[in-house]
């Protein structure tokens, strides 16, 4: 599975869900509110900005926002919310693609990081970033925290959320750091629809070394984007790198 082939024209369809999920008010509007602080009165730069599910509101805000998306389906789909004009977006991938400007924020959400599968990838990833900055800027990225806690002897798989009409569940190649999640989708008929998508898992640790390699320093860390702390327990982060200021 390449990424070009999971976000077809079918899941930018389907990408979209007002007002639940990641597009519930109580889970979007901490993310555009901590990102708006970020930007500082700043331009701000999205990788993998896929339907605008986070850049249309934070533009909403009076934040310049700029994109990179790598699916043309994705972007279609942003593109029935706002042009050109008020988004600009850039095909391509995250590791390598450019975009003029400098920014003070560019930020990646919602796990998408581990959507490069190799080590390599990511820490271009955070190079690229760092190319897209300014003296001080920042780098936010949102991530999970892998499970591997849950993970037994001779167990490859994890069942990370089972609620009514919906089971996801990730099964792990611990000895290449790979993920598989699996998300199942259902209703009263005996029929069930079936999303996959491939990840390389990280751990925080990792994380601050790639983003060191880049010239990062972490600036902050927290379980989610209301600022509560970060713990052995937390099942994700909400990481920001910053640049050294300028002499």
């Known amino acids: 599975m390449n990424q070009e082939e999971i976000w077809n024209a079918d899941a930018a369809r389907r990408y979209d869900t007002p007002g639940t999920g990641m597009f519930a008010p109580e889970v979007l509007g901490p993310a555009v509110d901590r990102l708006a602080r970020l930007a500082e009165e700043g331009a701000a730069l999205e990788f993998a900005i896929g339907t605008g599910r986070v850049a249309v509101p934070l533009a909403g805000r009076g934040v310049p926002v700029t994109g990179i998306e790598l699916s043309p389906p994705m972007l279609a789909q942003l593109r029935t919310k706002a042009d050109e004009s008020a988004i600009p977006v850039v095909i391509g991938d995250m590791a390598t693609t450019t975009v003029p400007g400098e920014y003070t924020l560019v930020y990646l959400v919602y796990n998408t990081i581990s959507n490069l599968l190799t080590q390599a990838e990511q820490v ?27 993970l037994p002897p001779g167990q490859e798989a994890t069942v990370w959320e ?7 569940l990730d099964t792990y190649d611990v000895l290449r750091q790979h993920v598989v999640s699996h998300h199942f989708r259902f209703d009263a008929s005996e029929q069930a629809r079936l999303l996959r998508s491939p990840h390389r898992y990280i751990w925080p640790a990792e994380l601050d070394l790639m983003a060191q390699l880049a010239g990062f320093e972490l600036e902050s860390r927290h379980a989610d984007w209301n600022g509560a702390p970060f713990t052995a327990d937390s099942r994700s982060h909400v990481s920001v790198y910053r640049l050294p200021a300028a002499p």
């Open 124 to 150: 271009e990833c955070f190079r690229n970033a760092a190319r897209h900055l300014g003296p001080g800027g920042r780098f936010l990225v949102e991530l999970w925290v892998p499970e591997l806690r849950k």
């Open 162 to 168: 089972c609620a009514p009409g919906y089971i996801g």
